[in-house]
């Protein structure tokens, strides 16, 4: 009945955003928002000193048995 739309805030800058299915984005207010806020969790809290940032076992480990 009602016809306020779902809005939620952008994770990277707070600005209010339409969660709308045209919003591919969402919940971010924009792309640069999203690529913003997964640079920072590659960055700061996905960091690891000394250990690589994407271990991979798919190639170039093959498993000891
Ligand atoms: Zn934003």
Not at 4 to 26: I, M
Not at 38 to 65: C, M, N, R, Y
Request: charged share 30%; aromatic share 10%.
């Amino acid at each position: 009945m009602s016809q306020a739309k779902k809005t939620v805030s952008c994770p990277s800058c707070q600005k209010t955003v339409a969660w709308t299915e045209e919003n591919e984005y969402r919940p971010f207010c924009s792309k640069r928002c999203k690529l913003i806020d997964f640079g920072e969790w590659a960055t700061e809290k996905h960091s690891i000193p000394g250990v690589p940032v994407f271990p991979s076992d798919d190639e170039g480990l093959e498993p000891v048995q």
